[in-house]
């Protein structure tokens, strides 16, 4: 994925998650794939809303909403099990990753800057 953020952390946390998206659709399946996105996922939302709620982040609500609508997609995706079809996988993860795209490119931009033109940057 092209360089996202120009805050380390947030560039290199979104290319973590862009891995592990790509990595469910490897065959063989592997069962760990959709947790471990999970709690990475987790980690990062909560380094990003740290940084919303101590800046008093007038965007705040709306981007939180997002981030709980990709947590439950990723819940619900925990109770399929992919591997029993390999275009599942390939569906799931093309899901993920268009709509990362679209959050780290859209929403996450104007956090972005609100962040650099911070005194917390
Ligand atoms: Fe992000
Ligand atoms: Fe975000």
Redesign the pocket.
Known sequence: MQKTSDILW?DT??QVLFTLIERIKEVPFDPDILLQLKLYAEH?FII?ETYMDALGYPHRDEHIEAHDRFREELAAMLDTDPSMHHALQISLSDFLYKWLKL??LGI?KRLEEYVLNSSLK
């Open positions: 947030q946390q979104h990062h990003e959050h780290v996450d």
